[in-house]
């Protein structure tokens, strides 16, 4: 299977069979904790957005497999602020590194940087559209939790209208043989385009507006936060940015299936109170370590290490 020069931009853009190849290329770095397979190679991470797990994830990865990073961590210190367009940029960027890892708030503009660059682009997220390497650690975690995928239950839960992790999310488990929950108020559905490739590729769905209407019927209970940032009305923000608070209170024996695991993309404000931590279903901070080895792969793979 063939990743070298490959540009990672859309969960839309891979196979099952691509999908499951990663995957399996992270199991084996997970047993890894340094090598130098990349010695020699240059990350370029351009973070026109704000970013704490991916960005340092991608450059631990980077580390990790003996390459070297250059990039930054806000655009209010580039030439964007002089007015330089992105193609521009790009231009410049993909002469100086072997693949760039991009986070921009406008949707699309990962497809843009690929269709310019000579090297790999990573899309590290764009807008409320899509976040494929996330999607990869989500299922990369949701494997290692449950032993497999095929015939879980999978809720996700809050903002599923902005939300760009369950947007990749819901398409990458189209792949597989499983029921899905949307809970989200009226305000923050899930988009029918998302909902129309649920439907087209046969995948029972059910949507609620109540996190109590299906907390004993699944496997994996996928948190989000509610994204003030992406409201054009922050007056609406206000009035649901506390309409899902999962507390240990609702985990009660009894009341989840004991495999339960809870899963978040983080950061979270208060959608998951922090005695929930404690309990057996907690396993975000897991998956948020799991990006290191799903990103370790996905590097090696697109710069034909592996």
């Known amino acids: 299977m063939e990743f070298k020069g490959k540009h990672i931009i859309s969960i839309h853009d891979l196979t099952k069979q691509e999908i ?40 631990t990865a980077m580390h990790r497999l003996g390459g070297s990073v250059i ?18 940029t790009i231009s410049m960027i ?28 990573i899309n590290a997220g764009d807008g409320a559209n899509q976040h494929p390497t996330q999607t990869l650690v989500d299922l990369y975690t949701i494997r290692k939790a449950q032993n497999t995928i095929d015939g879980l239950s999978i809720a996700m839960v809050g903002d599923l209208k902005y939300g760009r992790t369950v947007h990749s999310l819901a398409v990458a488990l189209a792949h597989f043989k499983v029921k899905l929950y949307f809970v989200a108020p009226d305000e923050l559905k899930m988009p029918t385009k998302v909902i129309e490739h649920v439907k087209k590729n046969n995948i029972e769905y059910f949507e609620s507006t109540q996190i109590e209407d ?35 209170n609702m985990l009660k024996s009894g009341m989840v299936k004991d495999n339960l695991k809870i899963l978040h993309p983080l950061p979270r404000i208060n959608e998951i109170t922090p005695d929930v931590d404690a309990t057996k279903y907690a396993y975000y901070f897991q998956q948020a370590h799991n990006g290191i080895p799903v990103r370790k792969a996905i590097l090696a793979l697109v710069m034909g290490a592996v």
Request: aromatic share 10%; net charge positive.
């Open 20 to 59: 499951l190849h990663i995957l399996s290329i992270a199991s084996e770095f997970d047993a890894l904790q340094q090598s130098f397979l990349l010695k020699g190679k240059i990350l370029a991470t351009l973070f026109f957005e704000p970013s704490t797990r991916t960005r340092l994830s991608f450059e």
């Open 214 to 248: 299906i907390l004993g019927k699944v496997d994996i209970l996928y948190m989000t936060r509610i994204q003030k940032e992406r409201f054009p009305d922050l007056k609406e923000y206000e009035k649901i940015k506390n309409v899902y608070i999962l507390t240990a």
């Open 71 to 88: 990039g930054f961590g806000s655009a209010a210190i580039t030439s964007v602020q002089k007015g330089e367009t992105l193609a521009d």
């Open 94 to 121: 993909h002469g100086y590194a072997d693949a760039i890892v991009i986070r921009h708030h406008i949707e699309g503009a990962a497809r843009l940087a690929s269709q310019i660059s000579k090297v790999p682009v």
